[in-house]
């Protein structure tokens, strides 16, 4: 009777003391409410901790963590719970958490169907990681409760290091959303260790300063520390080998305090100040190896127990050195100190929680990842300031050779100055020597030739036109990016200009089985006016690409109108082609010079990848945009859009100068030329194209020769070169229009510059027109029919 009433009793004792809630609840933290049995044997089963005479031995636990330090004893952790809910009577699933990794042994209790208790789960960090229920650095458990029913929780806890037992229950839907706050905490202070690791590690690769490699190992050791201790390392780095996942954490206190002190020897010099704590330094690095020997070698508890102590000696030694080199003047040490407080507060605060000084809650468990990920914030900040300091020392010695560095400017302007130079001699010394080459390839098609020669002769012109339009695009985008090329305002055939396009590019792509069509719309006006030879070239890159880049089908140009014609003609070019096509991914490599879609394409297609970027940059000039659409494998279309004036209607006044053209007035055999060119290849060339166009032929060498000719010799035109010696072109043009008979005689400018201003320029010189080199048989045969054949005779000079 006696027994039965004690009995009684505990089950009362049971039921008053069982925590009731319902399913609204989320969180329940059970340091409070619960009851701790400290087995200092070790020796206790469940059968004994479960009998009533063990239960009064239980005390409540009054703090929110059961923090025990190092202990050798085992707790036995009982929880009474009792889920009540109002909704619903079923039994109802939960999670039981115990947010401590570092613990070696964890076993937990559920009462089984006969009265008695059963072993539902054992784990712990000296079993695999995959001994837990549920994979999570934590431990967790599932335990279902029964509703209306009070259900008794075991859980029994050993550990050679420190005991901690954070213990809370967990709706599953609470413990899902609470979990992106802690991935983000760890998330954030793994990934600020992480990134200055990184970047401390370029920074060793740049400069090579002893100081940072240190400070790298320092971060990876301290980093792989914080992993092992929240139990990251287990789960993703080492989860089946629960020995090194006990042995990692004191070796990587030993190996963080041999490389920290090595980095503050290294970083502070104080081998160079403070002897007596360099010297300490040094012991603390024999002290971290002999940890480092221990966690390998000796007990786990012996080494955990050495590295705290170590841990905390280091800290202090370390900003005892930090606070040495401030007071002897080291301007870097400011940093330092203050990176190495955050890191003593945090690291302080964390060893007194593990020693059971402190209670563990969120605060203290991360106190020490916190304080670290601000101190290597600070400690890069220190060595970003050692870099200024070395900056502020090579700008002194800077200072101090300013004088060679002034000449060295004034040598590098003049060095730009004579590249400049050097660019103008070397477009006119290009295309002078291209002018005879392509001339006397034109006037080898004059003369009758055998198959072979005839093949040979079409290569060579081939080859060196190919050579010329690459001069040409060089030129243009210098040009382009020195910023000398202005859009230009004059009258225009359109359908001219396209048939001139057709003509040009029409054999290229019958030459490759290419089908080749320009469709202009009909309501398009003909006549416009804006930048013809701008707008051609634009086109031509276009077309060069399209052709270029396509084995089969057809390229295909559009004209259409872009929009209603008012004062302006909105005007829409389409050039479309079946060729290889780009992906998305190469767009961004499309426009930019001397590049084409990948290295394969340029190997297999040539090129000096300038044509769209030039195209562009042309586009842009004349006001206009560049769109394009690709498919790989289907072809591209590249639209081109610009406004285009409409011409003035105004009368035309007959000028003395102006260009005549028509039906010839008399024949080439009548007229004599003058050609001043000093080159005499190009001399040769144009006197031969000449001969073979019926004129008679006179020379000169430079513009003095060509006055003295002119005061001796009456002639029909002047072929006049603009860049000689003893007097260029555009003087010779002012002097010899003052002789008698010469003010309306046909000067024609023939130049090796061709782009923007050089027309207006020898225009203003009192020249009549304009032709660049390399000059064609064709263009010069209709030059001189113009301004020569078709002049009327009675405005010839006398």
Known sequence: MRYGLFILLCLQALLASAVEFDEHLDRLPLGPLM?????????????DIASPALQGSFRQHHNQVLNAGYSHSVFWLRIDLQYSPRESSGARPWYLELAYPPLDHLELYLPDAVGGYRLAQRTGDRLPFDSRQIRQHNYLFDVTLPAHENQRIYLRVASEGSVQAPLTLWSHKAFVEHQPMRIYVLGIIYGVLLGMLVYNLFIFLSVRDTSYLYYILYIASFGLYQLSVNGIAVEFLWPNNPWWANAAIPFLIGSSVLFGCKFARSFLHTGEHSPYVDRALLLMMACGVLVMVAALAASYALALRLATYLALVFIVLIFSAGILAWLRGMRVARYFIIAWTAFLIGGAVNTLMVLGYLPNLFLTMYASQIGSALEVCLLSLALADRINAMKEERTRILEESGCELENLNRELATSNRLKDEFLATVTHE???????????????????????????????????????????DILVLTELQAGKLYPRREP??????????????????????????????????????????????????????AIKFTHRGSVYVRVTAAGPLTSTMPLRIEVTDSGIGFSAAVEDNLYQR???????????????????????????????????????????????????????QSASVESPGRRFGGYPQRRPEQCTVLVVEDNAINQLVTRGMLLKLGYRVRTADNGAEALDRLRAEAVDAVLLDCQMPVMDGFATCRALRALPGCAELPVLAITAHSHSGDRERCLAAGMSDYMAKPVKFIELQALLHDWVLCQPVAAQPE
Do not use: W
């Open 492 to 545: 225009f055939s359109l359908r001219g200009l396209f048939d001139g396009l057709r003509a040009q590019y029409s054999p290229l792509a019958l030459e490759k089985g290419l089908q080749f069509s320009i469709d202009l719309e009909n309501s398009l006006p003909d006549t416009l006016e804006g930048d013809a030879g701008k707008l051609t070239q634009c086109v031509s890159y276009l077309l060069d690409n």
């Open 35 to 47: 009851y701790v049995f400290e087995d200092v044997r070790g020796d206790a089963t469940i059968t």
């Open 594 to 648: 001397f590049k084409q879609l990948d290295s394969s394409m340029t190997r297999q297609y040539g090129g000096l990848g300038v044509g769209l970027a030039v195209c562009r940059q042309l586009v842009d000039l004349l006001g206009g945009t560049l769109r394009h659409q690709s498919v790989p494998g289907q072809g591209s279309t590249f639209e081109l859009a610009l406004q285009l004036d409409l011409p003035v």
């Open 430 to 472: 290009l295309r002078t020597p291209m002018n005879g080459v392509i001339g006397s390839l034109e006037l080898m098609q004059t003369v009758k030739l055998d198959v072979e020669l005839e093949q040979y002769q079409k290569t060579a012109a081939r080859s060196a036109r190919d050579m010329m339009h690459m001069v040409n």
